[in-house]
């Protein structure tokens, strides 16, 4: 492991790692795997390749402030440990789910007396969104003149998390949950460390893998339970690994990032007509434990949303759909709610409704308080027949066609075509229908000039 001060150039933590083997004892495997140099840490690519951010970063020797955003099990401890390394800096830690304003004091003096010493302080604050804007703020005198280089970790998206101050001096790097190359990478390395090969299937090995669900950390100690095995085991096959472990609960926060990026998925997914994915992202939720009933909620919206008029039964179908899984309750009803989504997924699409409501909202923004024309206001009294109120009023339902063709805007107002129906779904009806009275519309125009 590498703690302290460190003279390890860059071209070192990145190179070929020590030939030297340090003796397992009874350290978790995970540990034991810990990378020692930047070029052992799998899936993050992007940072780490020779054109990586990072890697650019080291070589210059302009290390920044850095917020390490990632899911966990991903590298982002050892990946500060290295930086610190590899920089000659000294590595210290804090959570900021146990530290508190005290601890940051201390830290920072600390880190000040062997800044006059000639060493600089790699600052590692895991959970760095825990703390509060106040907390956050005491970074900034230490982060701009020097006295640390601070590195924070963090799981939730940086922008909602922490303080715009505080993240104008950081550089934010993404760090991508491991996929299924870097998981195989992982476990192999793993067998290498117990000696021996792990007595699963292919498809119980894909299924290790996808348990896992990207966790690096979390492989490594499901490989310990099957490690603990006696040697002489029979290979397991999917449903006999499964058994033996517990499933990994899916990374799912109902009140944080995952919530909404998760929504967004199944709304875009509708929305592209795609109802295998929108489906899937239903499914998702679900078992992240979210709402049944939030999910219902945004299925109606979609409906008026993202539907509206091209198919107008899409609307009276969510709200089955919702009002089913009322009256049964989970699980049952969840079925009626995955049938909405097929429904909503396969049905023609259209914002019309959606465009044609914010045109009008817009509109009579501008238009302030324009009265309705005087012709198509009731006259209950005398003085409002005197004022002229409801005189010329053409009763539709008395005149050709059931239409009168008569103007409903405010006086000074020019007509407006605010609904503009898609040709596609029931709208292409819709469309034809408008077209039509426009046309009436024209001709009683021409016939009363």
Known sequence: ????????????LFGEPPSAVTPAGHRPLADRLRPATLSEVVGQDQLLAPDGS????????????????GPPGVGKTTIARLIAAGSGLHFMQLSAVFSGVADLKRAFEEAGRRRRGGIGTLLFVDEIHRFNRAQQDGFLPVVEDGTIVLVGATTENPSFALNGALLSRCQVLVLRRLDDTAMEL???RAEGDIGRTLPLTAEARAVLRAMADGDGRYILNMVEQIAALPPESPIMDAAEL???????????DKDREEHYNLISALHKSLRGSDADAALYWFARMLAGGED????????????????????????????????????LGSPEGELALAQVVVYLGTAPKSNAVYTAFSAARAAAKATGSLMPPAHILNAPTKLMKQLGYGAGYAYDHEQEDAFSGQNYFPDGMARERLYQPRDRGFEREIGKRLDYWDRLRQEKARRDS
Not at 1 to 12: A, H, I
Not at 293 to 303: E, K
Request: no cysteine.
């Open 1 to 12: 492991m590498l703690f302290g001060v460190n003279t390890e150039s860059p071209s070192d």
């Open 54 to 69: 990072l890697t650019r970063m080291l070589e210059r020797g302009s290390l920044a402030s850095l917020i390490l955003w």
């Open 186 to 188: 992982l476990l192999t």
């Open 242 to 252: 499964s058994s033996l472990l517990a499933r990994r609960a899916a990374l799912y």
């Open 292 to 327: 049944p009933r939030y999910i219902a909620r945004r299925l109606v919206r979609f409906a008026a949303e993202d539907i509206g008029m091209a198919d107008p039964n899409a609307l009276p179908q969510a709200l089955a759909g919702w009002e089913t899984y009322e009256r």
